[in-house]
């Protein structure tokens, strides 16, 4: 890649929360960024909109990341237009609480379709498609630190990304290309906060003893790190993005 081209980085679930704050910041730090969505069109395309309006540069794409074909379709159309990609980072992700003898099948199946299996399926095309000098970074969550009730199944996706992450470090030898994860603590989104109680969510707030939530620029920043050339001798790492909670 020359020089002055322009890195191209695809975000996965990047229409809001966390992933809408990454694809900001990657785009502020001036990427092109490619925001991937299963579902929520409109919200990504608002994103992309943003962006653009701040002088950066963004796409919408949409693919369910469970689905290897629709991962593999992302991957060739990305490089068709923009000429390869260069940074991947997969934040999507779904999150159901249910204690381990509570959990039925579709909880499980869900789970580690989407977090698991949609993880590999992106590292598995960005192992394969990555320009020299690419950065890889999975989105894992510190619960895999904590070991909560509840979240046994959830845990247990995550933690398969983090392995995942430290064996296909080792993968890539000779192509520098790093590969890290970021394990965000609780984390002020809309998604984290409805319908949970005011003391409920102060609870979790004083678990830092920097005593408060984690925000979605605060992990935005982590993955700006890795993805930048600070974070170029990083690899093979988790950063625990979580104000010192584990």
Not at 30 to 38: C, P, T, W
Not at 127 to 146: E, F, H, K, P, Y
Not at 236 to 242: I, M, S, T
Request: proline share 3%.
């Amino acid at each position: 890649m020359n020089e002055d081209q322009t890195r191209v980085a695809i975000v996965t679930g990047a229409s809001r929360g966390i992933g809408a704050a990454i694809a900001r910041r990657l785009a502020a730090d001036g990427l092109r960024v490619i925001v991937n969505y299963a579902s929520g069109a409109q919200d990504a395309e608002q994103l992309v909109a943003a962006i653009e309006a701040a002088g950066g540069k963004a796409t919408p794409a949409q693919a369910d990341i469970s689905d290897a074909a629709a991962v593999a379709r992302m991957f060739d159309s990305t490089q068709a237009a923009f000429g390869g990609v260069d940074i991947v980072v997969n934040n999507a992700g779904i999150m159901r609480l249910a204690s381990v003898a509570q959990s039925d099948d579709a909880l499980f199946d869900a789970q580690v379709a989407i977090n698991l299996k949609g993880s590999f399926n992106m590292m598995r095309e960005a192992a394969r498609r990555l320009r020299q000098g690419g950065r890889i970074i999975n989105l894992s969550s510190s619960v895999v630190g904590l070991y909560q009730a509840r979240y046994a199944v959830y845990a247990a996706t995550k933690a398969g990304v983090e392995a995942m992450t430290h064996v296909m470090a080792k993968e890539l030898r000779g192509r520098n290309i790093t590969v890290n994860a970021v394990a965000p603590g609780p984390t002020a989104t809309a998604l984290f906060l409805d319908g949970k109680p005011q003391d409920a969510i102060d609870a979790l707030a004083s678990l830092s003893p920097l005593e408060r939530l984690g925000q979605p620029e605060d992990v935005a920043s982590s993955v700006a790190f890795l993805a930048g050339p600070d974070g170029a001798w990083i690899n093979g790492q988790v950063l625990r993005a979580n104000g010192g909670i584990v």
